[in-house]
T-cell receptor, first 112, second 115 residues
């Protein structure tokens, strides 16, 4: 079965600082990968998805970017964080055409 | 596009009470439907799913029936426990195309069970 490793679990960063959140997947190959954000008082929002190495699609315009340098590695980045980037970030994966999704344990980011 | 609407909480119940969390959806066709649960400090876990109309998903005493007539997928449990306290999300596959299906989620329902 698929397992997602996501770190760090919590992060406090000052406004204007860079960000790099990493997500790695075990137990599968060529997965679809996703980054979601859960902002305070709001639901889950899909930020990026990737169907393969170097292939990134963005669902919403924002201050963040994503990269997939390896098949089972998905990175969420920002050059300069904003207060509005605070939230709970979740990495997820699934196989194309398969209903089941696996989620990581999340990173709680607080921008101060 | 496809969307999910679920009752917003918090919902506070006493232990052993009956639980219903409402979820309705708007979609073209008949997508799979999911309930995910997020325990405090953790990521999301799949609780149950149903892949076609009239299917009933069940897990850990929770049930939800895919009803196309009412476009609903309400979550129920006959007798809740304190350990059921969590945030529950109703979800369905995104209609985004491009070869990947993300999920679109409801806003989540925070359930609090008091002893």
């Amino acid at each position: 079965s698929q397992t997602i490793h996501q770190w760090p679990a919590t992060l406090v960063q000052p406004v204007g600082s860079p960000l790099s959140l990493e997500c790695t997947v075990e137990g599968t190959s060529n997965p679809n990968l996703y980054w979601y954000r859960q902002a305070a008082g709001r639901g889950l929002q899909l930020l990026f998805y990737s169907v393969g190495i170097g292939q990134i699609s963005s669902e919403v315009p924002q201050n963040l970017s994503a990269s997939r340098p390896q098949d089972r590695q998905f990175i969420l980045s920002s050059k300069k964080l904003l207060l509005s980037d605070s939230g709970f970030y979740l990495c997820a994966c699934n196989q194309a055409g398969v209903d089941g999704y696996t989620f990581g344990s999340g990173t709680r980011l607080t921008v101060v | 596009g496809d969307s999910v609407t679920q009752m917003e909480g918090p919902v506070t119940l006493s232990e052993e009470a009956f639980l219903t969390i409402n979820c309705t959806y708007t979609a073209t066709g008949y997508p799979s439907l999911f309930w995910y649960v997020q325990y405090p400090g953790e990521g999301l876990q799949l609780l149950l799913k149903a892949t076609k109309a009239d299917d009933k998903g069940s897990n850990k005493g929770f049930e939800a029936t895919y009803r196309k007539e009412t476009t609903s997928f309400h979550l129920e449990k006959g007798s809740v426990q304190v350990s059921d306290s969590a945030v529950y999300f109703c979800a369905l596959p995104l209609d985004s195309g491009g070869g990947a299906d993300g999920l679109t989620f409801g806003k989540g329902t925070h359930l609090i069970i008091q002893p």
